[in-house]
């Protein structure tokens, strides 16, 4: 169930699921103060807490998209802000190569996201939610399972 | 009857690569030969699928299996090779992760047979006929098998025991896995047979490879005149040394060309191609998107490049299959 | 009371026994999630022994009841699904601690900030808190017996520069019973406000308030002065620094000196011919020389570029005859070097004056009758270039001033930030040079940005003073015609609502305050970060001004951002304060997240030697290796490993592997 309805969906009942990453000093902060100051917004998403968003392996994407995510988030301290100073560099270099990949193996763009949220932008990661529910609802599942294969009717010409 | 342990080899979807590496053993074919009776080996001798069908369960000692399984023969035989066997060992890329034939995975049946037998410029099929798995004219019939859509590794259809890895594996590498599994002392079920380290530890350059690397531009090998001394990654050609696990000699370095990651990652890895992208990424000098568009720009190809030999055995094994408007 | 459930290893197959309580946290919890459904749900998951639902977990009956479940039921992991951790974390890992197992052997599920207050559907609520449950259970039995790491700390300190932000801590450390390194790159101690001639808003002569203090510092025995330093090296880690400092040579044995300057008089130089540093140019000094006549320590010093013996080796050195009792002068000094072992260090460098020749607009450089601020503090000043007296270049009194404000200041070409002291040294000067002149002054302003304690009050009476206030930035500084030597000032008078024109002798540019031009390279030595204008960046800019990221370093004064001297010492004060708990606590503990290499696995590969910031990972016998206490547990070198081989405690990739699978597990 959203909380936020965008006109002209397709309404078959799909709710993505989506992974979300946060760095424990901005973006995690920030998901905090948007509920002390309780604010609304789609729970489609599973916040996993690290310490820096340069701790995202890619892996870690990866094995979540596998497992039947729809869509990953990261959330990581502003550039020049990094509570480690550079972590969140790597991220983004990490996260540019990842998606463009990601893409040649099927995975549309908007399912993998980088976003910048500082400990005070509760605003930020409410719209960054929504806005993320309501793109992946419209692309569909991921449906990236691999096929169980069997030739129980083999195909057959008869001349 | 002899009371040598019984092995056999098959191929699946391979180049024939594999075969050739045990030929390559040179002299010390023949103390394998000496020392195991070899009942199964279609590239080599005369025996039959109906020879192996007879035999007991787990009366072949070791099954070698090379190859990706790609259609339904292969998966019948390793199925039935896993049956009579005591132990399956993944011998190559290809069986251990999907080798090259993996890469066929960004791609499903229906667009590989249609380049194949339709688009492709020197074939004439005007009445765009593609291979089906039976034929009936005049009272005969012929099967072909079944073209999965998904190249699958070996470990993906039966429980493997070991692998021996790499594209293909070195002589001494073969020679080492086969005299370890005859001696008696068996690593757990599950291992690689080489060290559980990267590349890097055995590369003859190492040394020269600097403290704090930054890459700005990745180059391919024909763009550069690689200096023979150097670390490959280092004159900022894509070598998968870091993510590749070592043991091979590193014989391509040696050969001037960067590793391209044939024996897999190490057993604490989970895709080999994400963790070498997080390497290598983390060496990029940039800290803005622009700038790191432009140098990641400069890898072509980040799938066939990270998973030249992985993508079956990888997180998502294949690019997304085509979805149903 | 029945008997403690025997402490296993777990149900038989190596899983952990593991307890699952669900808070209700009174309404804010339990009306939008389904508590006892998220109990019951937990019930059935892989090792949980135990699951339990309370109205309140964080309360002392909550906090004791884990404690009891694990004496009873032989909990070996504890999950407590409520708030956010950084709450109650620490405050369940203390009560498990105290009931017996290791507190890392914990994880908290946030299902308050982040789920029940941020979302309104019950039946999501509550799949949503089952999930992220599920996660933490499986996570959690990855969890290792941890252990905080404790690290002494040594007494000592360093503080780097001699300004009054640095005097006011060294002070305080000494006074406090702590030795303290005082490193001073000048040839004094008493950095820009040994410059000044009055400070605002009391016009308090800077030199009397100032030199006592000098004095102390000199005096106490619990400070060691190094002027001519630089530190050049910082190793190590909190509570143990090692620092190397340079000292440069003055060519003058500083035991030996008495500070009598018959040197200066006796050089074969008859007058200055070099521009003196601290008078900014406006006067000239001769190769030997002493900074300003209260400099601490006491002693002259040779210029080696323009001293006639190191060009030429033929002086007659009458400076060696007239010290032939003190035998202080050597021309054969070099470089030398001390390396000390300190536990914390406070950086105190200070500012650098805006540079007004990178606005040539205003006429700096090309007509002699523009000054900057600070230049205009040393001609006020009586002991300046020109005894107190305000003559110009060409000899002239000017009759008519103008002081520009924000030059390199509140200007997108330039500097963004506000320098916040030039409103009120422009007014100050403004007063200063009426007192003196009887001039004509003119304030150019865009705002008036009078915020501290009398400085209002400060402005309306030099307003009352007849100083002409014109809210307006000057655009252009050209030549009077008619060649009289005035330069005009065109501004937009915008509360008047015209352009004015006019006329002055002399132009005073209230020039903005800079980080000094080596921050970058300063910042690297000490592992610290610039930020915001390339100002050295505080840990938290409300609740921890003068604490860096790098523990043991702290901030005090205009190099963390501009400020005036109330503040800067008000700074240097906290930042000494913070040392000195750091010091008195005698130990530091570090959470236990730090990375670390498997040495088997590690192939060499060198790809995260680079990455880390505080230098943590360095190579040793072909491996990497991970100082722990270094180490701030970021987790960038264990994402970029290509081989797994570095690893995170807390944050183990099979821990967040588990969480991935269990939040995303079932359906």
Request: with cysteine.
């Amino acid at each position: 169930m959203s909380e936020t309805h965008d006109a002209g969906q397709q309404v078959d009942g799909f709710e993505p699921r989506i992974v979300a990453f946060f760095c424990n000093w901005c973006t995690y902060l920030a998901a905090d103060l948007a509920g002390t100051s309780r604010m609304k917004y789609a729970p489609n998403a599973r916040v996993i807490r690290v310490m820096c968003s340069g701790r995202v392996d890619p892996q870690f994407v990866m094995e979540a998209l596998a497992q039947g995510a729809d869509g990953v988030l990261i959330g990581g301290c502003h550039p020049g802000d990094c509570h480690y100073q550079s972590g969140n560099y790597k991220a983004l270099r990490r996260y540019h190569l990842l998606r463009r990949m990601l893409t040649d193996l099927g995975v549309e763009e908007k399912r993998i996201r980088l976003e910048w949220i500082s400990a005070a932008e509760a605003d930020k990661l409410r719209d960054v939610m929504n806005e993320m529910v309501a793109e992946i609802r419209a692309l569909g599942p991921a449906h990236l399972e691999v096929p169980d294969e069997s030739f129980e009717e083999l195909e057959e010409v008869t001349v | 009857m002899s009371d040598k342990p019984k092995v056999a080899f098959y191929w699946c979807a391979s180049c024939g690569g594999c075969e050739e590496a045990v030929v390559d053993l040179a002299e010390k074919i023949l103390d394998v030969a000496a020392a195991v009776e070899i009942v199964f080996w279609p590239v080599a001798m005369d025996f039959k699928r109906a020879d192996v069908e007879a035999m007991e369960d787990g009366e072949i000692f070791a099954a070698f299996i090379n190859g990706a399984v790609r259609t339904t023969e292969q998966e019948e035989m390793v199925r039935l090779l896993r049956a009579k066997s005591q132990a399956v060992v993944a011998f190559g890329s290809c069986a251990h992760l999907g080798g090259i034939p993996g890469l066929a995975n960004l791609w499903d049946r229906e667009t590989i047979f249609r380049t194949v037998y339709e688009d492709s410029p020197t074939t004439d099929n005007p009445d765009r006929i593609h291979p089906l798995q039976r034929y009936r004219d005049n009272g005969h019939e012929v099967e072909l098998p079944g073209f999965f859509d998904t190249v699958r590794s070996l470990d993906q259809v039966v429980e493997v025991d070991y692998v021996i890895p790499g594209c293909a594996p070195m002589p001494d590498v073969i020679s080492n896995a086969v005299a370890t599994l005859l001696s008696g002392d068996l690593p757990p079920a599950g291992t690689v047979l080489t060290p559980d380290v990267a590349l890097c530890e055995g590369c003859p350059r190492i040394d020269s490879k600097p403290e704090h690397l930054t890459i700005s531009e990745f180059k391919r090998p024909h763009e550069v005149l690689v200096d023979e001394e150097v670390c490959l990654l280092a004159q900022g050609l894509l070598c998968l040394g870091p993510a590749t696990r070592g043991g091979c000699g590193a014989v391509c370095i040696e050969g001037n060309m960067p590793c391209t990651g044939c024996f897999g990652p190490t057993s604490h890895v989970r895709d080999q191609g994400g963790k070498y992208l997080a390497a290598i990424t983390s060496l990029v000098d940039a800290d803005d998107p622009e700038t790191i568009e432009r140098i990641l720009a400069s890898i072509p190809d980040p799938v066939g490049t990270f998973y030249r030999y992985g993508l079956p055995g990888s997180l998502l094994h294949r690019k997304r299959m085509p979805v149903d408007a | 009371m029945p008997e403690p459930a025997a402490r296993t290893s777990g149900n038989g197959n190596g899983t952990p026994r593991i307890g699952v309580y669900v808070c209700h946290c009174g309404t804010n919890i339990a009306s939008t999630i389904d508590v006892a459904a998220a109990q019951r749900a937990a019930e059935s998951l892989p090792g949980v022994v135990l699951s339990r639902e309370y109205k309140y977990m964080c309360s002392d009956p909550g906090q004791e009841m884990i404690k009891d479940d694990i004496r009873d039921h032989g909990l070996e992991r504890v999950v407590v699904a409520s708030c956010s951790p950084c709450l109650h974390e620490e405050t369940f890992r203390t009560a498990i601690a105290d009931g017996g197992i290791n507190p890392y052997f914990f994880q908290m599920v946030n299902i308050r900030e982040h789920d029940s207050w941020v979302h309104k559907d019950m039946a999501a609520a509550t799949a949503k808190a089952n999930d992220l449950i599920r996660a933490a259970v499986r996570r959690v039995r990855f969890h290792q017996p941890l252990e905080a790491r404790r690290v002494p700390i040594d007494p000592k300190v360093l503080v780097l520069g001699g300004g009054i932000a640095g005097i006011h801590a060294a002070l305080t450390l000494a006074n406090a019973g702590k030795q303290v390194y005082l490193v001073e790159r000048e040839p004094s101690i008493g950095g820009h406000m040994a410059m000044f001639d009055k400070t605002f808003p009391t016009l308090d002569c800077a030199a009397c308030i100032l030199t006592p203090k000098m004095t102390q510092v000199r005096n106490h025995p619990n400070i060691t002065i190094w002027t001519m330093s630089d530190v050049v090296e910082v190793d190590g880690f909190v509570g143990n620094y090692k620092v190397k400092v340079k000292h440069r040579p003055r060519y003058i044995l500083e035991e030996a000196c008495v500070g009598c300057l018959e040197c200066i008089d006796a050089c074969v130089f008859r007058r200055g011919k070099t521009p003196d540093e601290f008078n900014l140019g406006l006067s000239k000094r001769k190769p030997i020389y002493i900074p300003f006549p209260q400099a601490v320590p006491q002693v002259v010093l040779i210029d080696p570029d323009t001293c006639i013996e190191f060009r030429t080796g033929k002086c007659k050195k009458t400076c060696i005859e007239v010290c032939a009792d003190r035998n202080a002068i050597d021309f054969t000094q070099t470089e030398t070097f001390d390396e000390v072992e300190v536990g914390s260090i406070v950086v105190a460098t200070g500012f650098k004056a805006f540079d007004a020749g990178r606005l040539p607009q205003y006429g700096y450089g090309r007509y002699d009758g523009v000054y900057t601020a600070l230049e205009v503090e040393r001609l006020v000043n009586a002991s300046g270039p020109t005894e107190g007296k305000i003559v110009l270049r060409d000899g002239r009194e000017p009759e008519r001033i103008g002081i520009i404000h924000c030059i390199g200041s509140r200007d997108k070409n330039t500097n963004v930030y506000c320098s916040r002291v030039c409103c009120m040294y422009s007014l100050k000067l403004a007063h200063l040079l009426q007192e003196k002149t009887n001039a004509e002054i003119y304030e150019f302003y865009i705002d008036m940005r009078t915020a501290g304690k009398g400085f209002e009050e400060f402005m309306l009476r030099v307003k009352s003073e007849g100083v002409h206030m014109i809210r307006g930035k000057v655009s252009d500084v050209y030549p009077e015609a008619g060649g009289t030597g005035r330069v005009v000032l065109q501004a937009e008078d915008s509360l008047a609502g015209m352009v004015r024109k006019i006329p002055v002798d002399m132009v005073v540019l209230a020039t903005g305050l800079e980080p000094q031009p080596d921050a970058e390279d300063v910042r690297r030595i000490f592992n610290i970060t610039c930020a915001g204008g390339g100002f050295f960046m505080e840990r938290h800019p409300k609740l921890a001004p003068v604490s860096t990221f790098t523990d043991g370093v702290f901030l005090a004064g205009a190099c963390q951002a501009p400020k005036d001297i109330p503040d800067t010492v008000a700074q240097a004060g906290a930042a000494a304060a913070e040392a000195l708990a750091l010091i008195d606590h005698g130990y530091i503990e570090l959470e236990p997240n730090t990375a670390y290499v498997v040495a088997e696995e590690c192939s060499g590969c060198k790809t995260c030697l680079g990455l880390c910031p505080f230098s943590a990972i360095t190579r040793v016998d072909g491996k990497a290796q991970i100082n722990p206490v270094l180490c701030k547990g970021c987790g960038t070198c264990v994402a970029a490993c290509p081989s797994g081989a570095i690893k995170q405690n807390l944050f183990e990739d099979e821990e967040i592997y588990e969480e991935i699978m269990g939040v995303l597990a079932h359906v």
